[in-house]
């Protein structure tokens, strides 16, 4: 007799149809290397191609024969090497950060379809902004629209994951009809389907503005300008990190692209009203994206809202440019434009490095419900420290990048100022500095709250003092972006560079000059080349003395101060909603509050007490439930046509054929 | 070359040697005013010095950002203090970086110290960084508006040239929004009391709470520093002197002097004020910094009708 040693669980599963761990372990999980090779390679070469064609100033035009008879037209230039620039740079960065995050999905049900999905969404990007035909920019944009709409529901056994990508799917769809129009329109000005620039002199004003507003509102969708951004705190949450790093780095700058191309290439007449409505949106999106990414206690919905809020900066540099040009101040069109572009790169960076880092205390943790995690500092340090550097980047502070793309737009707004001869139009922009003040004042808040609640002080859960630090494959690709924020930060010339690169081929002047180490713009200068070796020398001379008093007279390790109570526990801390209830409390109007206490019985004698709260989108509220509500009770007494009774139906059609006899003969 | 490095020198060594004087005139006349004797104004550098000496006492709870915000406390403060134009109405760094970048630096700072607040797992240090980040938020538009006014009027944003073709009428209502920005980014009275002990109405002392010994002594600095920021800009661009036309050596060292007496008096203004008013209830300091905001726009309206 022998006894058989059967592997009970794979049979098992096998027989269930399903894959276990062990069989990616012993394949290597040939399907994700694969994958994320080709991904590689592909955000590599395009890498590589953009600054070649940068540094090199060669472009390229080519054409596609697709069966059918279809001429696909794609070709680069300035605008659209810039683009690459940044999908390839985040692109390469995801692709390595995906080989190990995405490793535990490889048991669920479609996940080769992900990855081609993936594969696709990524290629798909680049050939939007290559698109020179209107049929070949609005093939790639439905495919990126799709392919993102599934990589987005790819968790979808859960019911609010999959809510969360229909109402992106329903709004990306939205916007993609005026888009539609708007290509229409410019089919109607140009009279051909080739992109290019139309000629003004034949257009009325209105149809003008009808081709940029529609525009606006279509790629305004997919950027996430308020109030059309209700997709975005729903959707990037649902997706996985990498995805979610992916879209909101790149794939909201394509709807920026979108505005770009029509408001500054297309139709370059500068209407002033549209540089307003431009100027109205960016201020309103990037108050409200703060305001509510304040009060948010999970740590990927405030991320999606600071790229809200960050989208609404990139619109208000380029509504300041707008206005300029239209008054004529091609100076400061030229600078707010470079602002945008440089802060647009900037973003991508930043964000993708913080969602990255979002995912990497999700694998580790099981959550990203800031209120129950703590202390992550110690148990993750590397991830901490380049989560960290994004943080600060994201509040826009020296040395790091987010500073730059701010520093020129205050120029910008200035010289506005004091350009603009007319009060009418020279207060608005003023004051628009002003909301980009306040913004950035809050988004420091809101980072301070983010990183010190989840990184600082003790864990506030079991999960959160479990977590480890992940392996390098997790951790290298942020730390890349980390060292890229920090190095344009100081050294931003090669970006500048770029960037006038493109503001002069869509503006023919560039304002942004550069030195060795300082870059200038509009009679001032920043060298922080210059302040950071400043900064560095005079605080290596105080660590020095510093250290000479540390050696004399020593460090002693206590308990935090608890005023003799000896009892501190990690709930006596500040929790996230603590942090910001004064601004609960001032903008309590601004918010909808979705409170509810529950009482839990535990056993005969104990008596728990649950607060939940959590903090809806009040533009969703107001504007979108109020629609949703008209919609639903118009259809709901239309449908009292449809009895079900073949007899009315019949009735109905007898009942039209009366009336069109009456009416037409 | 060389004159320059000795320039930015002088400037530095200036900054260090007198702004904790200002913090003593400030203690000394609360004293005087409450009929005490009080200590000698050269009492904060006594206490600095102290402070060095002593050991430090860290919580266990603590990480690294604790042992750095100290440092980008301090430096921080002390770049933007550079930046202000002292010799001769011009100072070397302020050629390299301006008020944007001042604005950003000081808001470095900030977030450092409040985040280390939140390092040691206390209630106090959550308590002191979300009311010290609340009341910054409210009190950058007023700041930045005053910016942009001085910036718009003489087209230049380096401190160097921004005081330039001021006039007095809108110099002045932008000198009293930034006396409210002042008492908020300092923590003075009607913003928050500097000697307070009771842990519920404290918002920068909270933020300090667990610091001590050298790393304390580093904080207090920075902490007269940045007030000698807001009194400097106060004093040499909204109030400018003119041009003595002594040259040489002998001319920046009258400059400091010059700035040295203006500092005073108007730290003799800020005591005023603090001896005269309460600190107002945490929810009504948006009222005061709403009324900063409306000077400083003020100030910017009226401004253009000296355009022309």
């Known amino acids: 007799m022998y006894t058989l040693d059967l592997p009970t669980e794979q049979i098992v599963s096998h027989l269930k149809g399903g894959k276990t761990m062990d069989t990616y372990d012993q394949r290597g999980g040939m399907a994700l290397k694969s994958a994320c090779l080709l991904q590689t390679f592909i955000h590599a070469a395009f890498l590589l191609l953009s600054v070649y064609m940068l540094i090199y100033k060669k472009f390229f035009t080519?054409?596609?024969?697709?069966?059918?008879?279809?001429?696909?037209?794609?070709?680069?230039?300035?605008?659209?090497?810039?683009?690459?620039?940044?999908?390839?740079?985040?692109?390469?960065?995801?692709?390595?950060?995906?080989?190990?995050?995405?490793?535990?999905?490889?048991?669920?049900?479609?996940?080769?379809?992900?990855?081609?999905?993936?594969?696709?969404?990524?290629?798909?990007?680049?050939?939007?902004?290559?698109?020179?035909?209107?049929?070949?920019?609005?093939?790639?944009?439905?495919?990126?629209?799709?392919?993102?709409?599934?990589?987005?529901?790819?968790?979808?056994?859960?019911?609010?994951?999959?809510?969360?990508?229909?109402?992106?799917?329903?709004?990306?769809?939205?916007?993609?009809?005026?888009?539609?129009?708007?290509?229409?329109?410019?089919?109607?000005?140009?009279?051909?389907?080739?992109?290019?620039?139309?000629?003004?002199?034949?257009?009325?004003?209105?149809?003008?503005?009808?081709?940029?507003?529609?525009?606006?509102?279509?790629?305004?969708?997919?950027?996430?300008?308020?109030?059309?951004?209700?997709?975005?705190?729903?959707?990037?949450?649902?997706?996985?990190?990498?995805?979610?790093?992916?879209?909101?780095?790149?794939?909201?700058?394509?709807?920026?692209?979108?505005?770009?191309?029509?408001?500054?290439?297309?139709?370059?007449?500068?209407?002033?009203?549209?540089?307003?409505?431009?100027?109205?949106?960016?201020?309103?999106?990037?108050?409200i994206g703060i305001t509510h990414g304040l009060v948010q206690s999970d740590i990927k919905r405030f991320l999606a809202y600071t790229s809200i809020e960050n989208i609404g900066i990139i619109t208000l540099a380029l509504g300041v440019s707008y206005i300029s040009l239209s008054l004529g101040d091609r100076v400061v069109g030229a600078l707010a434009f470079t602002a945008a572009l440089i802060h647009i790169l900037n973003h991508g960076i930043f964000k993708g490095l913080l969602f990255m880092g979002a995912g990497n205390i999700l694998r580790s943790t099981k959550t990203t419900n800031m209120e129950v995690l703590g202390g992550l500092i110690k148990k993750m340090p590397k991830t901490s420290a380049f989560f960290f550097i994004g943080a600060l980047s994201a509040c826009g502070l020296p040395p790091l990048n987010g500073f730059v793309g701010e520093w020129l737009l205050y120029k910008g707004i200035i010289k506005a100022g004091a350009d603009i001869g007319s009060t009418l139009y020279s207060v608005p922009v003023v004051v628009s500095g002003i909301a980009l003040a306040f913004t950035g004042a809050l988004a420091a808040y809101g980072f301070v709250k983010t990183l010190g609640?989840?990184?600082?002080?003790?864990?506030?859960?079991?999960e959160a003092e479990k977590a480890k630090e992940l392996p390098c494959l997790m951790v290298f690709p942020?730390?890349?972006?980390?060292?890229?924020?920090?190095?344009?930060?100081?050294?931003?010339?090669?970006?500048?560079?770029?960037?006038?690169?493109?503001?002069?081929?869509?503006?023919?002047?560039?304002?942004?000059?550069?030195?060795?180490?300082?870059?200038?713009?509009?009679?001032?200068?920043?060298?922080?080349?210059?302040?950071?070796?400043?900064?560095?020398?005079?605080?290596?001379?105080?660590?020095?003395?510093?250290?000479?008093?540390?050696q004399r007279f020593g460090t002693r390790f206590y308990g935090t101060w608890d005023c003799g109570f000896d009892g501190l526990t990690s709930r006596m801390q500040f929790s996230g909603q603590g942090f910001i209830k004064t601004v609960n409390r001032l903008l309590s109007g601004t918010?909808?509050?979705?409170?509810?206490?529950?009482?839990?019985?535990?056993?005969?004698?104990?008596?728990?007490?649950?607060f939940d709260i959590h903090f809806d989108d009040n533009v969703e509220k107001s504007i979108y439930t109020p629609i949703k509500e008209l919609v639903r009770i118009m259809t709901s007494r239309a449908q009292k046509l449809q009895q079900g009774f073949i007899q009315i139906y019949l009735a109905y059609v007898f009942v039209a054929l009366i009336l069109l006899m009456v009416f037409y003969l | 070359m060389f004159i320059k490095l000795t320039h930015l020198l002088l400037q530095l060594l200036f900054i260090l040697a007198f702004a904790p004087f200002l913090t003593g005139i400030i203690k000394k006349i609360k004293s005087k005013s409450q009929h005490r004797k009080g200590c000698s104004v050269f009492q904060v550098y006594y206490d600095i010095a102290k402070l060095f000496d002593k050991e430090?006492?860290?919580?266990?709870?603590?990480?690294?950002?604790?042992?750095?915000?100290?440092?980008?406390?301090?430096?921080?403060?002390?770049?933007?203090?550079?930046?202000?134009?002292?010799?001769?109405?011009y100072s070397l760094l302020g050629a390299f970086g301006d008020a944007v970048f001042i604005i950003y630096v000081l808001v470095l700072g900030r977030v450092f110290m409040a985040l280390a607040a939140l390092d040691a797992g206390s209630t106090f240090g959550g308590m002191g960084s979300s009311r010290e980040m609340f009341i910054a938020s409210l009190v950058e538009p007023a700041f930045v508006m005053m910016l942009f006014t001085l910036g718009v009027g003489s087209g230049h944003t380096s401190l160097n040239l921004m005081g330039a073709g001021g006039h007095v009428l809108v110099n002045t209502f932008l000198i009293v929004a930034l006396f409210i920005v002042l008492m908020a980014e300092t923590s003075r009275i009607p913003v928050d009391d500097p000697a307070t002990h009771l842990e519920l109405t404290m918002v920068h002392e909270a933020m300090i709470l667990e610091y001590s010994g050298r790393q304390l002594a580093l904080i207090h600095w920075a902490n007269t520093v940045k007030q000698f920021f807001f009194i400097a800009f106060i004093a040499n661009i909204l109030l400018p002197t003119a041009d003595l036309g002594v040259s040489g050596i002998g001319g920046l060292l009258l400059s400091l002097g010059i700035l040295a007496v203006k500092s005073v008096l108007i730290t003799m203004v800020i005591a005023f004020i603090e001896v005269k008013s309460v600190k107002t209830r945490f929810f009504s300091i948006p009222n005061l910094t709403s009324v900063a905001f409306v000077f400083a726009f003020m100030g910017f309206l009226i401004s253009f009708i000296y355009r022309g």
């Open chain 1, 453 to 462: 609640i989840t990184f600082l002080g003790l864990p506030r859960s079991e």
């Open chain 1, 62 to 287: 080519f054409s596609v024969a697709l069966p059918l008879n279809i001429k696909l037209s794609l070709g680069t230039d300035h605008l659209t090497v810039f683009f690459f620039l940044l999908i390839s740079i985040l692109g390469l960065c995801v692709s390595l950060y995906s080989r190990g995050y995405l490793r535990p999905y490889q048991t669920e049900k479609h996940f080769n379809a992900f990855l081609i999905l993936y594969n696709l969404f990524g290629i798909s990007l680049y050939f939007v902004v290559m698109a020179r035909d209107i049929f070949g920019f609005l093939l790639f944009w439905e495919l990126m629209s799709l392919t993102s709409y599934f990589l987005v529901i790819f968790e979808g056994h859960k019911d609010e994951i999959l809510k969360s990508g229909l109402m992106y799917f329903v709004m990306t769809h939205i916007g993609t009809v005026f888009i539609i129009l708007a290509f229409f329109m410019l089919y109607k000005h140009t009279g051909d389907i080739y992109l290019s620039r139309v000629n003004m002199a034949a257009l009325s004003r209105g149809e003008i503005l009808t081709a940029l507003l529609s525009a606006f509102i279509g790629f305004g969708t997919k950027a996430g300008l308020v109030p059309l951004h209700v997709w975005l705190p729903k959707a990037y949450p649902s997706a996985p990190s990498n995805i979610a790093s992916f879209m909101s780095g790149v794939m909201t700058k394509l709807g920026i692209y979108g505005i770009i191309r029509f408001a500054f290439y297309y139709y370059p007449q500068y209407p002033l009203s549209f540089g307003f409505i431009l100027l109205a949106a960016g201020c309103i999106s990037a108050v």
């Open chain 2, 56 to 89: 430090v006492v860290k919580s266990n709870v603590t990480s690294v950002i604790t042992d750095i915000a100290p440092y980008v406390a301090f430096i921080t403060a002390v770049t933007a203090a550079m930046c202000v134009p002292m010799l001769s109405g």
């Open chain 1, 591 to 610: 918010f909808v509050v979705n409170k509810r206490i529950r009482y839990t019985k535990g056993d005969l004698t104990s008596e728990g007490i649950r």
């Open chain 1, 478 to 550: 942020i730390g890349a972006l980390s060292v890229l924020c920090l190095f344009i930060g100081v050294y931003p010339n090669f970006i500048v560079t770029f960037a006038n690169q493109v503001t002069d081929s869509a503006l023919f002047t560039h304002s942004v000059s550069q030195s060795a180490f300082t870059i200038s713009a509009v009679g001032g200068n920043l060298s922080m080349v210059v302040l950071a070796a400043f900064a560095l020398i005079f605080g290596l001379l105080v660590f020095g003395f510093m250290g000479y008093k540390a």
